[in-house]
């Protein structure tokens, strides 16, 4: 069991910066599969970035590599995704989502995610 609690969203202008937490308690073993997924109005959701506990690897989607950073912080309690230069193109409802797989199957697929967060806005103005 796992409980994940987003914050730090709001709004920003373009160009500027924002980054959002993710508070992880329960099961946090080695195995969990961490990752942020978005969804603007009208749009589906998407992958953002995944984190694997074990090694600490990462994976980006193309539209946001060089911006945005995922890290994992405290001890592995804390999730990060520092999300720079933004454009109004990121505004969306961001997620924390978690799962325990292996390494290699720790991937921006929805349906791998058991465990999701209530969500938090980030709104970039034009």
């Known amino acids: 069991q796992v409980q994940l609690v987003e914050s730090g969203g709001g709004s920003v202008e373009t160009g500027g910066s924002l980054r959002l937490i993710c508070a992880v308690s329960?099961?946090?073993?080695?195995?969990?599969?961490m990752a942020w997924f978005r969804q603007a109005p009208g749009k589906e959701r998407e992958g953002v970035a995944t984190l694997y506990f074990a090694d600490k690897s990462t994976k980006y989607a193309d539209s946001v590599k060089g911006r945005f950073a995922m890290s994992q912080d405290n001890a592995k309690n804390t999730l990060s995704l520092q999300m720079n230069s933004l454009q109004p193109e990121d505004t969306a409802m961001y997620y924390c989502?978690?799962?325990?797989?292996?390494?290699?199957?720790?991937?921006?697929?929805?349906?791998?995610?058991?465990?999701w967060g209530q969500g938090t806005q980030v709104t970039v103005s034009s």
């Open positions: 989502a978690a799962t325990f797989t292996s390494s290699r199957n720790c991937n921006l697929h929805e349906n791998l995610f058991h465990y």
């Open positions: 329960g099961n946090t073993a080695p195995s969990a599969c």
